[in-house]
């Protein structure tokens, strides 16, 4: 993933630190974000700050985003519902690898409540920096979207 790329990010109430905690980390390094919300821990609606992510997406193939919510289910069901999208629920760093190596994922879905501050930067900074394989993986990627 390039640096010079802007990532998208959104999350609900329940991710709202962790994802405050992905900027403030990865900014230090140099990448740059578009935070799509929300902006507290005030409860909120996960979709209204998921279809923004993919949206981004699915406008620059060349864009990896980043949602979270509690479980991660609810906002990467959102995200998924857009045909362009190939979001991983991840909840340890070797699910982010394969997401990226094996399925090219381009959003990955976190479970803030499930997982430490660091096994998200980490699976992040894994999902960011791993290409996809391609090769026999493709073939299974393409039969992905329905039309």
Known sequence: MQHDKIIPIGADHAGFDLKQRVIEHFSSKGYTFKDYGCHSTESIDYPDYGHPVAE????????????????????????????????????????????????????????ARFISEEEGLKMIETFLSTEFEGGRHERRVNKIAFS
Do not use: F
């Open 56 to 111: 981004h997406v699915e406008s620059d193939k060349d864009v990896l985003g980043i949602v979270i919510c509690g479980s991660g289910n609810g906002i990467n069901m959102t995200v998924n519902k857009h045909q362009g999208i190939r979001s991983a629920l991840c909840w340890n760093n070797e699910i982010a690898e394969l997401a990226r190596q094996h399925n090219n994922a381009n959003i990955i879905a976190l479970p």
